[in-house]
């Protein structure tokens, strides 16, 4: 992502926790889908603990699910609640098999799992700890 402002200007986003996410719940996606700048869905957590393939052949687990539109472009955008904290990183979307079409079931890291992770990619440059296990 690219962003075009001064530096006195930018604020760092405020870090949500996702222990406290219930199913129900609003959620916004934010992101750049297809080329489309500047762009907002909204949707709730459909559910809580899902589990993930990873492309590396690992699994991703302690997942978000959600209906709010991931795509290509807003994958790795923040997922913000109502109060625009981040308590997920828009992950991946499924696909009906054959169609290329969206199935309207979303996954978003959970931002306590980013924060744990993130360290030890800056340090390690690996995602080694909690939530990512050889499958």
């Known amino acids: 992502m690219q962003i075009d402002a001064p530096k006195d200007q930018l604020v ?11 199913v129900g719940q609003s959620v ?11 762009t907002l869905t909204a949707g709730v957590v459909s559910g809580l603990n899902r589990t993930i393939p990873a492309p590396t052949g690992t699994r991703i687990y302690g997942c978000i699910q959600t209906d709010a539109s991931v795509n290509a472009g807003n994958s790795g955008g923040p997922m ?16 009906r098999a054959g169609s290329g079409r969206g199935s309207g079931v979303n996954f978003a890291l959970p931002a306590d799992m980013v924060r744990e992770v993130v360290p030890n990619l800056i340090v390690y440059g690996t995602a080694a700890g909690r939530g990512v296990r050889k499958g």
């Open 12 to 22: 760092a986003i405020r870090m949500g926790t996702s222990k406290d996410l219930k």
């Open 28 to 38: 916004y996606a934010v992101g750049n889908p297809y080329g489309l700048t500047k």
């Open 80 to 95: 913000l609640d109502s109060f625009a904290r981040l308590v997920g990183v828009s992950t991946a979307s499924f696909t």
